[in-house]
Each structure stands twice: as C-alpha cells, then as structure tokens.
C-alpha cells in the first residue's frame, strides 16, 4: 500500500490577484449601499427601535425596501466588539465549527475528492484540515466587515408566526443583518466572507480543484450551510445562543 505525498504549494500569484480582486469589487460594489444606509441612518428623526428589533415598515431606517423587511423578531441586547469575536471564536472552533469540517472532509472522502489528496487517514486528515482552515479564514473575515460596519452576526428567530413567514425569516437573514442599531441592512459581512474564504481555499487546493469557478461554488455552499443553521436556530431554540435563547 502506497502513501501519496501531499505536496505544500506556494500561494499562486494568479490566485493570490483574483482573491485581492474579489475583496476591492465587493468593497467598491457595497460603498453606494453603505452610503445609503448612512444617509438615512442619519436623517432618522425617531429613536432606533429596541436592538434585536426591525424599524417599523416604511421607515426611513428600511428606505421603503421590502425585501431588507423581517418578520418582528425576538430582542437581544446589542453585541460588543468583544462578543462578536466570541461568536466567531465559537464558529469556528465550537460544535457548529467542527461538525462542518467533518461533514465537508466526509463528503470529499466519499466522493475521493480532491482525488489528488488520495484516500486513508492521511486523505481524510487532509480534508479535514481544508474545510477547517476555510471556515476559520471565514469566520475571521467576517469578523472584521461585521464590527467595521456595525452589523450583528446573530440570527435573529421570529415567534408567533406561521411555518412559512418562519421559513422565510430563515432564508432572509442569510442575506439580510441586523445592525448594532437594530435596523435591516444587507449582510456585507456574511456574503463577502463566504465567497472571499472561497477563493481563498485555492491556495492550498490542487488545480482540479482550485479554480476560480471551485471557490464560487464553496461560497455558494456556506451559504447554504448558514441556511441550514438558520432553520436549526428558527425551529429549534436549543440551537440559539445564549443571547438570544435567554432573552432580557
């Protein structure tokens, strides 16, 4: 029984200018919706609404935007910067963290992808190692655009609604967060990190599958993951954290 070596590999330069490339068209891309979040933001003549809380339809706070609209919501108090670092601390190395990389390494080692990671323990620890290390990068990422921006990373679960506005909640806020202030915006922190850490798994993937098109399928993919995660929180309160399953 043969061992394939596994090779480190420089980051390439290709690589390396799509990732930065990915990151300056986001920013640039959000900078007329953050100018107009402040805007309005600042023009508000009435008190924000409780943290955890939408504004009220209509407002100034939603800019008439539908779509950026939730279903009332429970309330939290607001996250400092210090507890939005311990929420993505406990994202990456807690339950929801580790699982993840299981999952992702199990289904690559079933499907013996990438094939040039072979198979075996040492296959396996390979995998592993990659869908970890592309969450913590995640997770960092997200950290930083969160507390720049002042949005909440927490979902936020309806009560008292019927199964298809609690469904829809869910969907929302995987592209909508609420912010410091309590009010909607779109999630720049959660969508950018997920398709950024995407590209950013390139570096350490073998060609086969360190492709541009690979890494917009992984941002894809953690979406769907924090989908799934919002469903958890939404009909399972025991999933919550403990911010939000103990409310003030």
Excluded: C
């Excluded at 799509?18 to 008190?47: C, D, G, K, R, Y």
Aim: charged share 10%.
């Amino acid at each position: 029984m043969t061992t394939m070596a596994i090779h480190k590999r420089a980051f390439p330069p290709v690589r390396a200018g799509l990732f930065s490339t990915t990151l300056i068209l986001a920013f640039l891309v959000s900078q007329p919706f953050l100018n107009a979040q402040n805007t309005t933001e600042s023009a508000a003549e009435n008190a924000p609404p409780q943290p955890g809380q939408l504004a009220n339809p209509g407002t100034q706070a939603n800019n008439g935007n539908s779509a950026m609209q939730l279903p009332n919501t429970v309330s939290a108090p607001p996250f400092t910067v210090g507890d939005k670092f311990a929420y993505r601390v406990v994202q990456s190395f807690g339950l929801r963290g580790l699982l993840g990389a299981f999952v992702s390494a199990s289904i690559g080692q079933g499907a013996g992808s990438p094939y040039a990671w072979g198979g075996g323990v040492e296959g396996y620890a390979t995998r592993y190692a990659s869908a970890f290390g592309g969450n913590l990068s995640r997770q960092s990422m997200a950290f930083v655009v969160e507390s720049a921006l002042h949005q909440d990373p927490r979902y936020f679960p309806s009560e008292g609604q019927p199964f298809k506005s609690r469904a829809l909640n869910a969907l929302k806020q995987v592209f909508v967060a609420k912010t410091d202030a309590g009010h909607s915006q779109f999630a720049y922190g959660r969508v950018i990190s997920a398709f950024a850490a995407g590209q950013l798994v390139n570096a350490w993937q073998p060609s086969s599958t360190g492709t541009v098109g690979d890494g917009f399928k992984r941002g894809v993919y953690s979406l769907g993951g924090d989908l799934a995660y919002n469903f958890a929180q939404e009909f399972f309160p025991f999933t919550r954290p403990h911010s939000i399953r103990h409310r003030h």
